[in-house]
T-cell receptor, first 115, second 115 residues
Framework: NAGVMQNPRHLVRRRGQEARLRCSPM?????VYWYRQLPEEGLKFMVY????????ESGMPKERFSAEFPKEGPSILRIQQVVRGDSAAYFC?????????????FGDGTRLSIL | AQSVTQLDSHVSVSEGTPVLLRCNYS??????LFWYVQHPNKGLQLLLK??????LVKGINGFEAEFKKSETSFHLTKPSAHMSDAAEYFC?????????????FGAGTRLFVKA
């Protein structure tokens, strides 16, 4: 009964490269959420997706960041032309539906380091 | 608009003594409230949730929380702390607003447990 799977666990990129973070939700979950966590800080919402649809991207930076959740395969958070400030832990969560009373189930995160 | 305030950024207790982590929220409607725990280099794990049923909610690992609408509080307690409880704890409110539901995370409270 696999939980939310994120890979890679650790990702190192040089400034200007692209970073791709993957998230496979729990079985039966069709809603995915991405969060960013800076050291010693809480989680900041980035984007909420349902299969093939972006529901809420109010927390996503307007440039360089994009997310998708295709019909088949994992959800992808993509960061183009990374900068030092993108260094953070990125967490993915999933839920079976889009109801406020449903808890989100979290992966162990991807720690992105920018050299 | 929703908001969550965790009143203490750090709490330190001795092993075997009670734990109190404080959380206040604001919400326009009837919120769902959650507590999550995060151990180092791991994702968030759900401790308990309140979704308009019983106001005293029991969770895993001996934790419980009481929803007090008049005080807009959802404090987390445990009668006797264990060394393994040392972690970061997040209070979360989820509620409906224009355009769908929103999930807001508190800034977190780091719990230290002394032997």
């Amino acid at each position: 009964n696999a939980g939310v799977m994120q890979n890679p666990r650790h990702l190192v990129r040089r400034r200007g490269q692209e970073a791709r973070l993957r998230c496979s939700p729990m079985k039966g979950h069709s809603h995915v959420y991405w969060y960013r966590q800076l050291p010693e800080e809480g989680l900041k919402f980035m984007v909420y997706l349902q299969k093939e649809n972006i529901i809420d991207e109010s927390g996503m930076p307007k440039e360089r960041f994009s997310a998708e959740f295709p019909k088949e395969g994992p959800s992808i958070l993509r960061i183009q032309q990374v900068v030092r400030g993108d260094s953070a832990a990125y967490f993915c969560a999933s839920s079976p539906g889009g109801e406020a009373n449903q808890p989100q189930h979290f992966g162990d995160g991807t720690r992105l380091s920018i050299l | 608009a929703q908001s969550v305030t965790q009143l203490d950024s750090h709490v330190s207790v001795s092993e075997g003594t009670p734990v109190l982590l404080r959380c206040n929220y604001s919400s326009s409607y009837s919120p769902s409230l959650f507590w999550y725990v995060q151990h180092p280099n791991k994702g968030l794990q759900l401790l308990l949730k309140y979704t308009s049923a019983a106001t005293l909610v029991k969770g895993i690992n001996g934790f419980e929380a009481e929803f007090k609408k008049s005080e807009t509080s959802f404090h987390l307690t445990k009668p006797s702390a264990h060394m393994s409880d040392a972690a970061e704890y997040f209070c979360v409110v989820s509620d409906y607003s224009t355009g769908g539901f929103k999930t807001i995370f508190g800034a977190g409270t780091r719990l230290f447990v002394k032997a």
